[in-house]
């Protein structure tokens, strides 16, 4: 029984009212039912363009920032596009239910996605609807293939994205779009002429010439089903156009499909021309005549996505003739193996191949494997073979082969396919004596040298995108298989490799039994991950496509692959290598390049490497085969101990005159980074927290020699300053783990300090409280009185936050005579502080007047110090100090003073990147703002607060969200007050941010 095909919605489905919908095929536009709704500033609808058009894809901040800016990045990009995020979300969401940060623009990773249904946005209908067409004609449903075509084809209004293409990339994406759309038409119009039915799809066909009026089989079709419908003059009128169009811009005349169209409206058999037949490679005998080679490998049935790659070849294609050029249009497709170079080759000729019609060529140089590779000369040989060259009247030499290729190939259009290059010399002779013939080369490695001397034009293929990758596994897997999370998990395990997507589906297909869910335990197994691919003697798996690259590789750059297994998630520097390899930076960089040639590493961005999931199981199963047990530790070590001392060195310049310990000598071989200024050192903090968590997951699992606890006091201060109080917690639950494991006990004593100062900064006080007790006992039994006097400091905060100002006061007092003890100055100022707020919250205001103003008077001496522009604890203690002087004076009544007071600390708190104080500065300012009647201010106060807010990881800690919300409803109904029931919205508006920012249950 045939089943079912799920039906999309149609276009008219798609107006209902109160629906929020949004169009990308064709100018930006968003609805909600039938009002057109306003999405903001140029950049601001390119942000949102480029995420419905790449609509279920995470796309990273740095490539929304390459493709909104390019070169032209300001300094604060991505708070300007947290800033577009949180526009465009209450753009699409007013009403958005509390403690939500939407439907649609979805924070995912270290960028954004944009998700929606076919209900909400276009391209969503769009592609189901061709899903469903192509899946009714395998079901031999043409008239139900055809409505389903129309449907899509109806959604497109033009040019995706009309207007906002101002980049190469976001260009790329645009053209994709479009790319499906004209495939679509094309589609659509092969079933619809045999019906019959041709006026169905001339609209779309008349919208697809004008888009793009150089696409030759589009203007076919439209010729085609224009005679059809019995308009033949018209269809003449629309060749003579193009063929003309083709001649004057192009320089060519029109191909196959074009000019077979012309012939049936002449003959009045309008039809959709067939492929073009072409005849089986056969052995040549001399006299025999010439037969038009045609040997192209045959198309993938299961090919899908690669829309803009496509894209970009058609547009070098289409550009061929332009301006000069004496050779042949040459384009090199490189990547690592089975990301899909040669099907996308072969795919891309049978596109084309029309356009060449003296024939194509094809050979696999096999220069992906070690033994085996042609030589040019016996290339060179089956080409002329397939010319018609007769094989016993071949030339002997080398030099003569090549004459007598480049003499048969001379003046004509051949489409020269040449698969798994090795390098450009093997490639070189081979190239075809023709400009007006194309040269599709694929290789392991970018060929350069052809690049730099034949004009070859090079892009590097990476692993398709989530909704490429699942196409592909679901039109291999048996309809039954299920679970579409499942699926799409499989597919991340598998970094998305196509070759990997292929294996699978394959095994499951074997396998009807065998489950999506066991598929997916074997592959959350990294050490044994490549095992979930098995291969046979007629099929290549993952581990033979990277092994191939591998033995290609000098021996030191075979070593530094087999190191780079152990190199963390997010990525390694070439800093960090030097220390894991031991080996200097020249050498080091050298075997790096060498990877990233042969595509085994990818350069994420200058001096920034990563490994494909797959690629670095294979690493892994080759360090622990190869490299002594001895040298794996040292390896590991070398790398966490470069982390660790590269982390102390930011340190101390990040917070220099904190609390810190200096970790013991590193072993031979490691080489740390040092930041030399505070930018620097908060720019390394900012590059490498994803991988200093990590390294302290990997020192606390498995003892290294290298103590966890000591990477939490590394790390804690940009963690806090920087917001990110759930790594912070994590990082020291696990070094309070490890210390407790190894019996150190001073350890224990720092990681209990620091993880009660991240158990504070989300306001789990009651815990923090213990912790702090716990470690103060360590550090009593042990006499460490620095130490005793920073956790009385901590002990002040907590007891503060739970409202018990009398033992707060009693902690600072303690802190500061212990400090006093020390002549620890900076200590003394930070326990005068503290204390002076303790004394301002009991009513105390002289007191506590005096003893900040002692502070001030510090902070004033520090200031004539040398380096005092960069003393960052100087800078972040007065903006402490001014907060508390501020409150002072707010309980004095003197409202106008405390607003300069904390407009200064709220700078200050900006100079040194400390988010949670900044933004408390400035929602107090907002506060005394609104008591002094300054609405405006306040307002503006308030939403600068918003701004430091969207710095903060997933939008600020739930308490911080708390205070903004309750703020703006208070000033949203202030503004109400003054200005009506029913004020008019600005962007300002503090009540259009409430829902968006509060707390999340």
């Excluded at 622990?624 to 590269?646: C, K, N, V």
């Excluded at 350890?747 to 815990?767: C, F, V």
């Amino acid at each position: 029984m045939t089943p079912a095909v799920q039906r999309s919605p149609t276009s008219a489905e798609l107006d209902t009212d109160g629906t929020v919908r949004l169009q990308i095929m064709g100018p930006l536009r968003v609805w909600r039912g039938r009002v057109e709704l306003d999405t903001g500033p140029r950049q601001q609808r390119r942000l949102l363009a480029l995420l419905t058009a790449r609509v279920g894809q995470t796309i990273s901040m740095a490539d929304l920032v390459d493709s909104l800016w390019g070169d032209d990045c300001p300094p604060s990009a991505i708070n300007v596009i947290h800033k577009y995020i949180g526009a465009l979300r209450r753009v699409l969401e007013p009403a958005l239910p509390a403690r939500t940060s939407g439907s649609y623009l979805v924070r995912s990773g270290s960028g954004y996605r944009f998700t929606a249904g076919p209900q909400t946005l276009d391209l969503v209908a769009f592609r189901q609807h061709v899903t469903e067409a192509e899946a009714n004609v395998r079901q031999n449903q043409p008239r139900e293939a055809l409505a389903s075509y129309v449907e899509a084809l109806r959604l497109c209004q033009g040019k995706a994205g009309d207007g906002l293409a101002d980049s190469a990339t976001v260009n790329a994406v645009f053209a994709g779009l479009n790319g499906e759309f004209f495939d679509a038409v094309v589609d659509a119009a092969d079933i619809a002429v045999p019906l019959g039915e041709p006026a169905r799809v001339l609209s779309s066909l008349r919208l697809a010439a004008e888009m793009d009026p150089f696409h030759e089989l589009v203007h076919a079709c439209l010729v085609t089903a224009l005679a059809a419908a019995g308009q033949q003059a018209e269809a003449l009128t629309v060749f003579q156009t193009v063929r003309q169009r083709l001649a004057e811009d192009l320089g060519i005349d029109p191909g196959h499909a074009l000019q077979e169209a012309q012939r049936r409206v002449l003959t009045q058999t309008a039809a959709r021309p067939a492929p073009n037949p072409t005849a089986a490679a056969a052995p040549l005998v001399a006299g025999a005549p010439l037969v038009r080679p045609a040997q192209l490998p045959p198309d993938l049935s299961w090919f899908v996505g690669r829309s803009a790659e496509l894209a970009l070849l058609q547009g070098l294609v289409a550009g061929m003739h332009d301006g000069e050029r004496g050779g042949p249009l040459v384009v090199a497709v490189d990547g690592m193996g089975g990301v899909g170079k040669s099907t996308l080759a072969v795919h891309f000729a049978r596109q084309v191949a029309d356009r060449f019609p003296d024939g194509q060529l094809y050979l696999d140089l096999q220069g992906d494997q070690n033994d085996g590779t042609v030589h040019a000369a016996d290339a060179l040989r089956s080409l002329l073979f397939a010319l018609g060259a007769p094989a016993a009247h071949l030339p002997d030499t080398f030099d003569a082969l090549v004459g007598k290729y480049r003499s048969m190939t001379a003046g004509k259009r051949f489409l020269v396919l040449l698969d798994n290059v090795r390098d450009s010399a093997q490639v070189r002779p081979l190239l075809p004596n023709c400009a007006d013939s194309l040269v599709l080369l694929t290789s392991r490695r970018p060929l350069l040298g052809l690049a730099a001397f034949d004009g070859a034009h090079l892009f590097r293929l990476a692993v398709p995108n989530l909704h490429t990758a699942r196409q592909l596994l679901e039109r291999r897997l048996p309809t039954s298989a299920g679970d579409t999370a499942l699926a799409d998990e499989i597919i991340e395990l598998c970094g998305r490799l196509p070759l990997a997507l292929a294996v699978l589906g394959a095994r499951l297909t074997a396998r009807p039994a065998l489950s999506l869910a066991a598929v997916a335990a074997d592959l959350r197994d990294g050490a044994r991950r490549l095992e979930a691919f098995p291969g046979d003697a007629g099929t290549r798996d993952p581990r033979t496509a990277f092994s191939w690259s591998y033995h290609q590789l000098s021996p030191g750059a075979a070593r530094m692959f087999r190191l780079l297994s152990v190199s963390l998630t997010a990525g390694i520097t070439v800093a960090a290598c030097v220390s894991l390899s031991g080996l200097d930076p020249m050498r080091t960089r050298a075997e790096l390049d060498e990877l990233t040639e042969a595509a085994l590493i990818t350069e994420q961005e200058e001096g920034r490497f990563s490994s494909h999931v797959l690629v670095k199981s294979y690493a892994g199963e080759l360090f622990g085969e190869i490299d002594p047990p001895h040298e794996q530790r040292a390896a590991i070590t070398r790398l966490l101990e470069h982390y660790l001392h590269s982390g102390f060195n930011a340190q101390t310049v990040y917070t220099p005159h904190r609390l810190s310990i200096p970790p013991p000598p590193p072993q031979p071989g490691v080489t740390p980074e040092q930041p030399a200024t505070f930018e620097q050192a908060g720019a390394w903090f900012s590059a490498h927290h994803e991988v200093l968590v990590e390294a302290v997951r990997l020192a606390a699992d498995v003892d290294h020699g290298v103590a966890p606890w000591r990477f939490a006091l590394i790390m804690q201060h940009y963690l806090q300053w920087a917001g990110y109080f759930q790594d912070w917690e994590d990082v020291t639950r696990w070094a309070v783990r490890a210390a407790r494991a190894t019996g150190d006990e001073i350890g224990q004593g720092h990681a209990l300090r620091s993880l009660a100062g991240a158990r504070w900064s989300l306001r789990a006080n009651d815990e923090a409280l213990r912790l702090l007790h716990a470690a103060q006992e360590i550090f009593h039994k042990h006499g460490m009185l620095l130490e005793q006097a920073v956790t009385h400091v901590n002990m002040h905060w907590v007891h503060e936050a739970l409202g018990q100002d009398e033992q707060a006061l009693a902690h600072g007092r303690q802190a500061l005579d212990l400090y006093r003890g020390l002549d620890h100055r900076r200590g003394v100022s930070f326990s005068l502080m503290s204390s002076g707020r303790s004394l301002s919250r009991l009513g105390r205001l002289d007191e506590s007047a005096e003893l900040l103003n002692q502070v001030l008077e510090i902070v004033d001496q520090l200031r004539s110090e040398p380096n005092a522009d960069t003393d960052i604890q100087r800078i972040a203690l007065e903006a402490e100090t001014r907060m508390a002087v501020a409150a002072n004076l707010i309980r004095q009544g003197r409202a106008a003073d405390a607003a300069a007071q904390l407009e200064l600390s709220a700078r200050l708190s900006d100079q040194v990147n400390q988010r949670t104080n900044q933004f408390e500065a400035l929602r107090q300012l907002a506060e005394v703002r609104a008591s002094t009647g300054d609405t405006a201010g306040a307002v503006e106060a308030l939403d600068s607060a918003r701004m430091v807010l969207d710095r903060f990881p997933d939008g600020g800690p739930d308490h911080l969200r708390a205070r903004f919300v309750r703020l703006a409803e208070e000033l949203s109904e202030i503004t109400a007050d003054t200005q009506g029931d029913d004020p008019p919205k600005s962007p300002n508006d503090p009540g259009t941010a409430t829902d968006e920012l509060r707390p999340r249950r």
